[in-house]
């Protein structure tokens, strides 16, 4: 019975992680959908001009929690495009004129300057947006001097300090800055937002998938211990009944003995 309930366990979260599984599969695929949604970026990166990177999205990776504040840091260029030098970028942009591909925004991957190291953020205090992004230099250029805290008044608080940052990002993705404040419910997620989405749940499906097939090794493994055990239970029970019915043949043998001797 131990080795039964094990192996119905087994097959409980089995069943378990392949409800997460497809669950999983098909969030990958709608933000992956999403992200295909034609617009004048997709198009001019699609028209594969020399020197353009791709999405600005695909090349900046964000520390887990701080998605919707890097975004925001961002603001439009979340969703531009990446050129390698500033010349590639004032072709991409002729491109995006001579074809009509709708407003388009490019960012240029190199600094010329590089970029600043940032220092390590006090857990108590604001981080700086670069010190939570692996981005190209360029983009980490424009993330200078913006902060992240965890909630409007302390970004209130910090922003009117005298010595305030440029601009002071909440986690949610309100902007508080000397004199653009932005923020509210119901924004559409950027494609940022989206890359960092779907790059999780294919981080996690992948783990989901190693854990069934480990799952499935073990129910194969179960099943074949509790196979063995039923099958020694059996010759053990033929066994017995072997040594039962030779008793019986031997007490019959003794009885009729006992009843010539009469």
Request: net charge negative; proline share 3%; glycine share 8%.
């Amino acid at each position: 019975a131990t080795e039964e309930q094990a192996i119905e366990a087994v097959r409980e979260e089995l069943h378990a992680k392949e409800r997460e599984r497809d669950a999983l599969a098909a969030r990958e695929q709608a933000l992956a959908s999403a992200l295909d949604q034609r617009d004048g970026s997709s198009d001019l990166v699609a028209a594969g001009l020399p020197g353009i990177r791709g999405l600005l999205a695909e090349h900046v990776h964000v520390r887990p929690g701080y998605e919707a504040a890097v975004a925001a840091a961002l603001g439009s260029l979340a969703d531009a495009v990446l050129a390698e030098t500033h010349d590639d970028a004032v072709a991409a942009l002729r491109r995006a004129v001579d074809d009509d591909l709708g407003r388009v925004e490019v960012v240029v991957a190199g600094s010329p300057e590089g970029s600043d190291p940032v220092s390590p953020a006090d857990a108590s205090g604001p981080v700086p947006v670069a010190s939570v992004v692996d981005a190209p230099d360029g983009v980490r250029r424009i993330l200078a001097d913006v902060v992240v805290v965890d909630d409007l008044t302390q970004a209130v608080d910090l922003a009117n300090g005298s010595d305030a940052p440029t601009t002071v990002i909440t986690r949610g993705g309100d902007v508080v800055s000397a004199h653009v404040l932005r923020g509210g419910s119901g924004a559409t997620r950027s494609k940022l937002e989206l890359v960092a989405a779907r790059e999780a749940a294919a981080t996690t499906l992948t783990d989901v998938r190693a854990r069934i097939d480990d799952l499935q090794v073990d129910l194969a493994a179960g099943r074949e211990r509790l196979r063995a055990a039923r099958e020694r239970a059996s010759v053990a029970l033929g066994g017995l009944r072997e040594a039962d019915a030779r008793l019986a043949a031997h007490a019959e043998r003794l009885s009729r003995s006992r009843t010539q001797a009469e």
